[in-house]
Protein backbone atom coordinates (compact mmCIF):
# COMPACT_ATOMS: atom_id res chain seq x y z
CA UNK A 1 0.00 0.00 0.00
CA UNK A 2 1.99 2.83 -1.09
CA UNK A 3 1.17 5.83 1.16
CA UNK A 4 2.74 7.60 3.50
CA UNK A 5 2.28 6.50 6.95
CA UNK A 6 2.98 8.92 10.05
CA UNK A 7 5.50 7.57 11.96
CA UNK A 8 7.12 3.68 12.07
CA UNK A 9 6.43 1.49 14.81
CA UNK A 10 9.00 -1.77 14.56
CA UNK A 11 6.76 -4.95 15.34
CA UNK A 12 8.16 -8.62 15.31
CA UNK A 13 6.10 -9.72 12.58
CA UNK A 14 4.87 -13.48 13.92
CA UNK A 15 5.34 -16.83 11.64
CA UNK A 16 2.24 -17.53 9.45
CA UNK A 17 -0.24 -19.23 12.02
CA UNK A 18 -3.72 -20.29 10.50
CA UNK A 19 -4.57 -23.06 13.35
CA UNK A 20 -7.90 -21.87 14.18
CA UNK A 21 -9.07 -22.26 10.96
CA UNK A 22 -11.49 -24.74 11.69
CA UNK A 23 -12.76 -22.70 14.41
CA UNK A 24 -12.98 -19.56 11.69
CA UNK A 25 -14.85 -21.66 9.14
CA UNK A 26 -17.63 -22.83 11.88
CA UNK A 27 -17.93 -18.91 12.41
CA UNK A 28 -18.66 -18.16 8.96
CA UNK A 29 -20.81 -21.13 8.79
CA UNK A 30 -23.17 -19.64 11.77
CA UNK A 31 -23.34 -16.66 10.53
CA UNK A 32 -24.92 -18.19 6.88
CA UNK A 33 -27.29 -20.67 8.42
CA UNK A 34 -28.55 -17.41 10.92
CA UNK A 35 -30.22 -16.25 7.36
CA UNK A 36 -30.36 -12.77 8.99
CA UNK A 37 -32.31 -10.34 6.61
CA UNK A 38 -31.83 -6.51 6.03
CA UNK A 39 -34.36 -4.14 5.58
CA UNK A 40 -37.49 -4.93 3.65
CA UNK A 41 -37.23 -3.96 0.24
CA UNK A 42 -39.17 0.13 -0.39
CA UNK A 43 -41.62 -0.82 -2.72
CA UNK A 44 -43.76 1.77 -2.38
CA UNK A 45 -42.74 4.61 -4.77
CA UNK A 46 -44.22 7.47 -2.76
CA UNK A 47 -42.93 6.15 0.56
CA UNK A 48 -39.65 5.64 -1.00
CA UNK A 49 -39.50 9.01 -2.26
CA UNK A 50 -40.54 10.57 1.26
CA UNK A 51 -37.77 8.72 2.41
CA UNK A 52 -35.23 9.54 0.36
CA UNK A 53 -36.08 13.47 0.75
CA UNK A 54 -36.10 12.73 4.61
CA UNK A 55 -32.31 11.62 4.33
CA UNK A 56 -30.94 13.15 1.60
CA UNK A 57 -29.15 15.62 3.85
CA UNK A 58 -27.67 13.44 6.29
CA UNK A 59 -25.21 11.90 3.77
CA UNK A 60 -22.14 13.91 2.91
CA UNK A 61 -22.06 16.16 0.65
CA UNK A 62 -19.61 13.79 -2.34
CA UNK A 63 -22.80 11.31 -2.12
CA UNK A 64 -25.38 13.50 -2.25
CA UNK A 65 -24.26 14.72 -5.35
CA UNK A 66 -22.93 11.27 -6.66
CA UNK A 67 -25.73 9.11 -5.92
CA UNK A 68 -28.91 10.75 -3.81
CA UNK A 69 -30.03 14.01 -6.02
CA UNK A 70 -29.28 11.63 -9.12
CA UNK A 71 -31.11 8.63 -7.96
CA UNK A 72 -33.78 10.88 -7.11
CA UNK A 73 -34.33 12.58 -10.31
CA UNK A 74 -34.18 9.48 -12.62
CA UNK A 75 -37.21 8.43 -10.09
CA UNK A 76 -38.84 11.43 -10.45
CA UNK A 77 -38.34 11.06 -14.57
CA UNK A 78 -39.93 7.15 -13.90
CA UNK A 79 -42.79 8.14 -12.19
CA UNK A 80 -44.45 5.81 -10.17
CA UNK A 81 -46.18 3.82 -13.20
CA UNK A 82 -42.46 3.74 -14.52
CA UNK A 83 -41.15 2.34 -10.76
CA UNK A 84 -44.09 -0.07 -10.79
CA UNK A 85 -42.94 -1.54 -14.26
CA UNK A 86 -39.73 -1.88 -13.60
CA UNK A 87 -40.56 -3.88 -10.15
CA UNK A 88 -43.11 -5.92 -12.87
CA UNK A 89 -39.96 -6.87 -15.67
CA UNK A 90 -38.15 -8.54 -13.21
CA UNK A 91 -40.25 -10.35 -10.50
CA UNK A 92 -37.36 -12.13 -9.13
CA UNK A 93 -35.27 -9.39 -7.97
CA UNK A 94 -32.11 -10.12 -9.41
CA UNK A 95 -31.71 -7.32 -12.48
CA UNK A 96 -32.73 -4.33 -12.96
CA UNK A 97 -35.18 -4.07 -10.00
CA UNK A 98 -32.84 -5.15 -7.86
CA UNK A 99 -30.52 -2.97 -9.04
CA UNK A 100 -32.99 -0.24 -8.01
CA UNK A 101 -33.64 -1.54 -4.80
CA UNK A 102 -30.56 -1.99 -3.73
CA UNK A 103 -29.15 2.20 -4.64
CA UNK A 104 -32.24 2.85 -3.09
CA UNK A 105 -31.10 0.64 0.30
CA UNK A 106 -27.53 1.68 0.08
CA UNK A 107 -28.79 5.83 0.63
CA UNK A 108 -31.25 4.42 3.87
CA UNK A 109 -29.68 2.63 5.38
CA UNK A 110 -26.50 5.37 5.58
CA UNK A 111 -28.99 7.77 6.11
CA UNK A 112 -31.29 6.22 8.29
CA UNK A 113 -28.37 4.43 10.73
CA UNK A 114 -29.48 1.08 9.79
CA UNK A 115 -26.32 -0.84 11.51
CA UNK A 116 -24.92 2.27 12.12
CA UNK A 117 -21.56 1.18 13.43
CA UNK A 118 -21.02 -1.96 11.29
CA UNK A 119 -22.11 0.23 8.74
CA UNK A 120 -19.39 3.12 8.83
CA UNK A 121 -16.87 0.23 9.38
CA UNK A 122 -17.66 -1.16 5.90
CA UNK A 123 -17.75 2.09 4.61
CA UNK A 124 -14.33 3.15 5.44
CA UNK A 125 -12.92 -0.06 4.15
CA UNK A 126 -14.66 0.76 1.20
CA UNK A 127 -13.21 4.23 1.05
CA UNK A 128 -9.39 3.25 1.68
CA UNK A 129 -9.35 0.59 -0.98
CA UNK A 130 -10.11 2.95 -2.90
CA UNK A 131 -7.92 5.50 -1.87
CA UNK A 132 -5.38 3.23 -1.92
CA UNK A 133 -5.74 2.34 -6.13
CA UNK A 134 -7.34 5.76 -7.33
CA UNK A 135 -5.45 8.62 -5.15
CA UNK A 136 -3.32 11.00 -7.30
CA UNK A 137 -0.40 9.63 -4.65
CA UNK A 138 -1.00 6.39 -5.85
CA UNK A 139 -1.84 7.00 -9.20
CA UNK A 140 1.13 9.17 -10.43
CA UNK A 141 1.92 8.58 -14.76
CA UNK A 142 -1.72 6.37 -14.68
CA UNK A 143 -4.83 8.51 -15.87
CA UNK A 144 -7.45 8.03 -13.89
CA UNK A 145 -10.63 5.52 -14.60
CA UNK A 146 -13.15 6.35 -17.23
CA UNK A 147 -15.92 5.73 -15.74
CA UNK A 148 -15.79 6.81 -11.77
CA UNK A 149 -13.65 7.42 -8.60
CA UNK A 150 -15.92 7.85 -6.32
CA UNK A 151 -15.79 5.21 -3.64
CA UNK A 152 -18.45 2.54 -3.58
CA UNK A 153 -21.70 3.40 -1.44
CA UNK A 154 -22.25 0.17 1.40
CA UNK A 155 -25.44 -1.93 2.07
CA UNK A 156 -26.60 -5.13 3.85
CA UNK A 157 -28.71 -7.16 2.74
CA UNK A 158 -29.70 -10.30 0.16
CA UNK A 159 -28.20 -12.94 2.61
CA UNK A 160 -28.47 -15.98 0.18
CA UNK A 161 -26.56 -13.63 -2.97
CA UNK A 162 -23.60 -13.28 -0.44
CA UNK A 163 -21.34 -10.66 -1.02
CA UNK A 164 -21.85 -8.50 -3.98
CA UNK A 165 -21.35 -5.21 -6.44
CA UNK A 166 -23.01 -3.25 -8.58
CA UNK A 167 -20.26 -1.99 -10.56
CA UNK A 168 -20.39 1.78 -12.01
CA UNK A 169 -21.08 0.89 -15.43
CA UNK A 170 -24.05 -0.90 -13.66
CA UNK A 171 -24.86 1.53 -11.92
CA UNK A 172 -25.10 4.77 -13.79
CA UNK A 173 -28.06 2.91 -15.43
CA UNK A 174 -29.53 5.45 -12.52
CA UNK A 175 -27.68 8.21 -13.17
CA UNK A 176 -25.01 7.23 -10.04
CA UNK A 177 -21.26 8.25 -9.87
CA UNK A 178 -20.59 5.57 -7.53
CA UNK A 179 -20.65 1.78 -7.62
CA UNK A 180 -22.78 -0.20 -4.57
CA UNK A 181 -21.60 -2.50 -2.39
CA UNK A 182 -23.45 -4.86 -0.57
CA UNK A 183 -22.65 -7.72 2.48
CA UNK A 184 -24.97 -10.48 3.66
CA UNK A 185 -26.74 -8.58 7.30
CA UNK A 186 -25.11 -11.37 9.46
CA UNK A 187 -21.62 -10.20 8.34
CA UNK A 188 -22.54 -6.84 10.52
CA UNK A 189 -22.05 -8.81 14.15
CA UNK A 190 -20.17 -11.75 12.87
CA UNK A 191 -18.58 -14.17 10.19
CA UNK A 192 -14.90 -12.57 10.34
CA UNK A 193 -13.35 -13.92 7.24
CA UNK A 194 -16.40 -12.00 5.16
CA UNK A 195 -14.94 -9.35 5.41
CA UNK A 196 -11.66 -10.97 3.83
CA UNK A 197 -14.01 -10.38 0.49
CA UNK A 198 -14.49 -6.74 0.33
CA UNK A 199 -11.29 -5.79 -1.63
CA UNK A 200 -12.71 -8.67 -4.20
CA UNK A 201 -15.61 -6.47 -5.24
CA UNK A 202 -13.97 -2.99 -4.45
CA UNK A 203 -10.31 -3.13 -5.85
CA UNK A 204 -11.68 -6.02 -8.59
CA UNK A 205 -15.06 -5.57 -10.12
CA UNK A 206 -15.58 -1.81 -9.25
CA UNK A 207 -11.90 -1.21 -10.18
CA UNK A 208 -12.05 -3.04 -13.04
CA UNK A 209 -15.09 -1.51 -14.66
CA UNK A 210 -13.91 2.13 -14.18
CA UNK A 211 -11.15 1.70 -16.85
CA UNK A 212 -12.92 1.21 -20.38
CA UNK A 213 -10.40 -1.81 -22.01
CA UNK A 214 -9.10 -2.96 -18.57
CA UNK A 215 -11.04 -6.03 -18.22
CA UNK A 216 -10.47 -6.97 -22.19
CA UNK A 217 -6.89 -6.35 -21.91
CA UNK A 218 -6.23 -8.62 -19.38
CA UNK A 219 -8.21 -11.47 -21.07
CA UNK A 220 -5.95 -10.88 -24.16
CA UNK A 221 -2.87 -11.25 -22.18
CA UNK A 222 -3.88 -13.73 -19.80
CA UNK A 223 -4.99 -16.07 -22.40
CA UNK A 224 -1.87 -15.08 -24.84
CA UNK A 225 0.74 -15.88 -21.77
CA UNK A 226 -1.21 -19.39 -21.06
CA UNK A 227 -1.05 -20.32 -25.00
CA UNK A 228 2.60 -19.25 -24.94
CA UNK A 229 3.44 -21.60 -22.61
CA UNK A 230 1.78 -24.46 -24.04
CA UNK A 231 -0.57 -24.65 -21.40
CA UNK A 232 -3.75 -26.66 -23.04
CA UNK A 233 -6.59 -28.28 -21.53
CA UNK A 234 -9.01 -25.48 -22.92
CA UNK A 235 -7.35 -23.64 -19.71
CA UNK A 236 -6.64 -20.35 -21.08
CA UNK A 237 -9.85 -19.78 -22.82
CA UNK A 238 -10.92 -21.33 -19.18
CA UNK A 239 -9.57 -18.33 -17.28
CA UNK A 240 -9.77 -15.79 -20.08
CA UNK A 241 -13.14 -16.00 -20.27
CA UNK A 242 -13.33 -15.46 -15.97
CA UNK A 243 -10.92 -12.69 -16.03
CA UNK A 244 -13.58 -10.27 -14.40
CA UNK A 245 -13.73 -12.85 -11.39
CA UNK A 246 -10.20 -13.77 -11.27
CA UNK A 247 -8.66 -10.35 -11.92
CA UNK A 248 -10.56 -9.32 -8.77
CA UNK A 249 -8.93 -12.28 -6.91
CA UNK A 250 -5.51 -10.93 -7.64
CA UNK A 251 -6.48 -7.51 -6.42
CA UNK A 252 -8.02 -8.56 -3.52
CA UNK A 253 -4.34 -10.20 -2.69
CA UNK A 254 -2.40 -6.89 -4.04
CA UNK A 255 -4.50 -4.63 -1.17
CA UNK A 256 -5.04 -6.79 1.46
CA UNK A 257 -2.12 -8.87 1.13
CA UNK A 258 -1.90 -12.83 2.00
CA UNK A 259 -5.35 -12.10 4.63
CA UNK A 260 -7.39 -11.84 1.22
CA UNK A 261 -6.42 -15.14 0.02
CA UNK A 262 -6.49 -17.24 3.34
CA UNK A 263 -9.24 -15.20 3.95
CA UNK A 264 -11.35 -16.81 1.46
CA UNK A 265 -10.14 -20.08 1.24
CA UNK A 266 -11.42 -19.70 5.04
CA UNK A 267 -14.92 -18.12 3.56
CA UNK A 268 -15.70 -19.84 0.81
CA UNK A 269 -15.27 -23.24 3.54
CA UNK A 270 -17.93 -21.74 5.63
CA UNK A 271 -20.10 -20.90 2.92
CA UNK A 272 -19.89 -24.50 1.12
CA UNK A 273 -20.27 -25.99 5.03
CA UNK A 274 -23.53 -24.04 5.33
CA UNK A 275 -25.05 -25.09 1.75
CA UNK A 276 -24.04 -28.73 1.30
CA UNK A 277 -22.64 -29.63 4.91
CA UNK A 278 -19.17 -30.25 3.24
CA UNK A 279 -16.40 -27.65 4.63
CA UNK A 280 -14.37 -27.81 1.49
CA UNK A 281 -13.38 -26.17 -1.67
CA UNK A 282 -15.17 -27.58 -4.75
CA UNK A 283 -13.06 -29.25 -7.07
CA UNK A 284 -15.72 -28.32 -10.16
CA UNK A 285 -16.65 -25.94 -12.06
CA UNK A 286 -19.06 -25.43 -14.16
CA UNK A 287 -19.19 -23.85 -17.87
CA UNK A 288 -22.11 -20.92 -16.39
CA UNK A 289 -20.31 -20.18 -13.45
CA UNK A 290 -17.86 -16.59 -14.28
CA UNK A 291 -15.37 -17.89 -11.31
CA UNK A 292 -13.12 -20.32 -11.49
CA UNK A 293 -13.55 -23.44 -9.53
CA UNK A 294 -12.57 -22.74 -5.95
CA UNK A 295 -9.55 -25.08 -5.75
CA UNK A 296 -8.08 -22.59 -8.51
CA UNK A 297 -8.93 -19.80 -6.79
CA UNK A 298 -6.91 -21.30 -4.08
CA UNK A 299 -4.05 -21.74 -5.60
CA UNK A 300 -4.45 -18.28 -7.75
CA UNK A 301 -4.29 -16.45 -4.38
CA UNK A 302 -1.25 -18.47 -3.09
CA UNK A 303 0.61 -17.67 -6.43
CA UNK A 304 -0.42 -13.76 -6.15
CA UNK A 305 0.83 -14.19 -2.68
CA UNK A 306 4.14 -15.10 -3.58
CA UNK A 307 4.60 -12.31 -5.89
CA UNK A 308 3.81 -9.59 -2.93
CA UNK A 309 6.65 -7.20 -1.92
CA UNK A 310 7.42 -8.59 1.41
CA UNK A 311 9.49 -10.77 3.31
CA UNK A 312 7.06 -13.25 4.48
CA UNK A 313 5.52 -14.03 1.29
CA UNK A 314 7.22 -16.86 0.15
CA UNK A 315 6.12 -18.60 3.75
CA UNK A 316 2.29 -17.14 3.43
CA UNK A 317 1.97 -18.32 -0.23
CA UNK A 318 3.14 -21.80 1.12
CA UNK A 319 0.80 -22.05 3.67
CA UNK A 320 -1.96 -20.95 1.49
CA UNK A 321 -0.79 -23.69 -1.50
CA UNK A 322 -0.92 -26.39 0.95
CA UNK A 323 -3.91 -25.54 2.81
CA UNK A 324 -5.39 -25.94 -0.87
CA UNK A 325 -4.23 -28.56 -1.39
CA UNK A 326 -6.06 -30.28 1.73
CA UNK A 327 -9.32 -30.37 -0.01
CA UNK A 328 -7.58 -31.43 -3.55
CA UNK A 329 -9.56 -34.16 -5.53
CA UNK A 330 -10.21 -34.44 -9.06
CA UNK A 331 -10.03 -31.10 -10.63
CA UNK A 332 -13.19 -30.89 -13.16
CA UNK A 333 -13.71 -28.18 -15.21
CA UNK A 334 -16.76 -27.99 -17.78
CA UNK A 335 -16.84 -31.52 -17.55
CA UNK A 336 -12.68 -31.93 -18.29
CA UNK A 337 -10.54 -33.91 -16.00
CA UNK A 338 -7.78 -31.39 -15.87
CA UNK A 339 -4.06 -32.39 -14.90
CA UNK A 340 -3.43 -31.05 -11.26
CA UNK A 341 0.05 -30.04 -12.09
CA UNK A 342 -1.24 -28.38 -15.12
CA UNK A 343 -3.93 -26.51 -13.58
CA UNK A 344 -1.26 -25.45 -10.67
CA UNK A 345 1.37 -24.40 -13.10
CA UNK A 346 -1.79 -22.07 -15.12
CA UNK A 347 -2.81 -20.36 -11.85
CA UNK A 348 0.79 -19.54 -11.51
CA UNK A 349 0.86 -18.00 -14.77
CA UNK A 350 -2.24 -16.02 -14.87
CA UNK A 351 -1.14 -14.71 -11.10
CA UNK A 352 1.88 -13.52 -12.67
CA UNK A 353 0.27 -11.89 -15.95
CA UNK A 354 -2.41 -9.82 -13.78
CA UNK A 355 0.15 -8.45 -11.47
CA UNK A 356 2.83 -7.90 -13.46
CA UNK A 357 1.95 -7.02 -17.29
CA UNK A 358 2.25 -3.66 -18.34
CA UNK A 359 -0.85 -2.66 -19.47
CA UNK A 360 -1.62 0.52 -22.46
CA UNK A 361 -5.08 0.86 -20.68
CA UNK A 362 -3.17 1.85 -17.19
CA UNK A 363 -0.62 3.80 -19.26
CA UNK A 364 1.75 1.51 -19.65
CA UNK A 365 1.51 0.28 -16.09
CA UNK A 366 0.99 -3.18 -14.07
CA UNK A 367 -1.10 -3.30 -12.16
CA UNK A 368 1.38 -4.78 -9.16
CA UNK A 369 3.22 -0.71 -9.78
CA UNK A 370 0.16 0.96 -8.49
CA UNK A 371 -0.60 -0.88 -5.04
CA UNK A 372 1.20 -3.99 -3.76
CA UNK A 373 1.71 -5.44 -0.17
CA UNK A 374 5.12 -5.00 1.59
CA UNK A 375 7.09 -5.03 4.62
CA UNK A 376 5.84 -1.54 6.00
CA UNK A 377 1.90 -2.99 5.60
CA UNK A 378 3.01 -6.47 7.28
CA UNK A 379 4.82 -4.63 9.90
CA UNK A 380 1.78 -2.19 10.79
CA UNK A 381 -0.69 -5.24 10.71
CA UNK A 382 1.65 -7.16 13.30
CA UNK A 383 1.07 -3.87 15.45
CA UNK A 384 -2.41 -4.27 15.08
CA UNK A 385 -3.08 -7.74 15.84
CA UNK A 386 -1.59 -6.91 19.57
CA UNK A 387 -4.93 -4.06 19.80
CA UNK A 388 -7.52 -6.40 18.39
CA UNK A 389 -6.75 -8.95 21.41
CA UNK A 390 -7.72 -6.00 23.90
CA UNK A 391 -10.78 -4.77 24.99
CA UNK A 392 -9.60 -0.99 26.61
CA UNK A 393 -10.47 1.80 24.96
CA UNK A 394 -8.00 3.36 22.41
CA UNK A 395 -4.95 5.97 23.35
CA UNK A 396 -5.06 9.34 20.81
CA UNK A 397 -1.99 7.86 19.72
CA UNK A 398 -3.20 4.76 18.30
CA UNK A 399 -6.18 6.21 16.39
CA UNK A 400 -4.63 7.54 13.27
CA UNK A 401 -1.04 6.21 10.89
CA UNK A 402 -2.89 3.38 9.51
CA UNK A 403 -5.56 1.84 7.03
CA UNK A 404 -8.46 0.52 7.25
CA UNK A 405 -7.06 -2.65 5.11
CA UNK A 406 -4.42 -3.02 7.92
CA UNK A 407 -7.41 -3.21 10.10
CA UNK A 408 -9.27 -5.93 8.49
CA UNK A 409 -5.89 -7.84 7.51
CA UNK A 410 -4.64 -7.54 10.85
CA UNK A 411 -8.07 -9.13 11.99
CA UNK A 412 -8.21 -11.61 9.61
CA UNK A 413 -5.11 -13.03 10.50
CA UNK A 414 -5.11 -12.63 13.81
CA UNK A 415 -8.64 -14.34 13.82
CA UNK A 416 -6.98 -17.77 11.96
CA UNK A 417 -4.38 -17.88 14.72
CA UNK A 418 -3.84 -19.93 17.50
CA UNK A 419 -6.87 -19.44 21.01
CA UNK A 420 -8.17 -15.91 19.26
CA UNK A 421 -11.23 -14.76 20.64
CA UNK A 422 -13.04 -14.19 17.36
CA UNK A 423 -15.68 -12.12 18.85
CA UNK A 424 -13.63 -10.03 20.18
CA UNK A 425 -11.38 -9.45 17.36
CA UNK A 426 -14.62 -8.61 15.39
CA UNK A 427 -15.33 -6.50 17.53
CA UNK A 428 -12.54 -4.70 17.73
CA UNK A 429 -12.57 -4.56 14.53
CA UNK A 430 -15.56 -2.19 13.63
CA UNK A 431 -14.45 0.14 16.52
CA UNK A 432 -11.13 0.89 15.13
CA UNK A 433 -12.98 1.29 11.58
CA UNK A 434 -15.69 3.47 13.35
CA UNK A 435 -13.06 5.95 14.65
CA UNK A 436 -11.41 6.08 11.29
CA UNK A 437 -14.39 6.67 9.35
CA UNK A 438 -15.24 9.84 11.72
CA UNK A 439 -12.37 11.38 10.86
CA UNK A 440 -12.54 10.48 7.20
CA UNK A 441 -12.86 14.00 5.07
CA UNK A 442 -15.11 12.26 2.13
CA UNK A 443 -17.76 11.86 5.05
CA UNK A 444 -17.27 15.44 5.85
CA UNK A 445 -18.99 18.66 4.44
CA UNK A 446 -16.79 19.15 1.59
CA UNK A 447 -16.75 16.74 -1.36
CA UNK A 448 -13.84 14.94 -1.09
CA UNK A 449 -12.94 12.04 -3.43
CA UNK A 450 -10.26 10.53 -1.41
CA UNK A 451 -8.33 11.43 1.69
CA UNK A 452 -4.94 10.30 -0.14
CA UNK A 453 -5.27 13.29 -2.56
CA UNK A 454 -5.42 15.73 0.83
CA UNK A 455 -1.42 15.18 1.16
CA UNK A 456 1.10 17.67 1.64
CA UNK A 457 4.53 17.42 0.04
CA UNK A 458 7.22 18.58 1.94
CA UNK A 459 10.51 19.84 0.50
CA UNK A 460 12.16 18.08 3.37
CA UNK A 461 11.46 16.11 6.56
CA UNK A 462 12.26 17.39 10.25
CA UNK A 463 13.11 14.87 12.08
CA UNK A 464 15.72 11.81 11.43
CA UNK A 465 12.72 9.48 11.42
CA UNK A 466 12.23 8.40 7.92
CA UNK A 467 8.18 7.94 7.62
CA UNK A 468 7.11 4.36 6.34
CA UNK A 469 6.15 4.44 2.77
CA UNK A 470 3.03 2.13 2.43
Known amino acids: MQRIHERSRIVSVATPDISNMTTCIENVKKA ?16 LRGRLEAVNNTLPALYRETVVIPFIKTLDELGERGFIDILIRDPQKNSIARLMLDIAQSILQNGEGYYELATDAFQEVVSDL ?60 TGLLAWSSIPHE ?45 AS ?23 NAAYTGSAKLRNQGSASDPHAADILRGYLGAYATALLNFDQAGAWAEIIESETDKDLSIIELENNVIDVEIAKQSARIVASAIMQTKLSSLENHSLDEIQNWNNNDENISAFLRTLLQTTGSLAVDYRSGFYAAHVVAAAVTEGLSREADLQ ?10 KVMHDTNPTWGPLAVHHRGDITRHLLYHPTAQIPILL
Open 32 to 47: ILSNQNGLVDPTNYHQ
Open 130 to 189: YDGFLSAGDRIGVKQPDLSIIPALVKWGEPESGPYTWPIDAASVFKLKAAIVSLPPAHAT
Open 202 to 246: VCGHDILHADVGLLKELANVVRARLIGENIGQGLPDYWASRIDET
Open 249 to 271: DVLGVLNLGPAAAIGLIGYFRGI
Open 424 to 433: IIFDRMLSLL
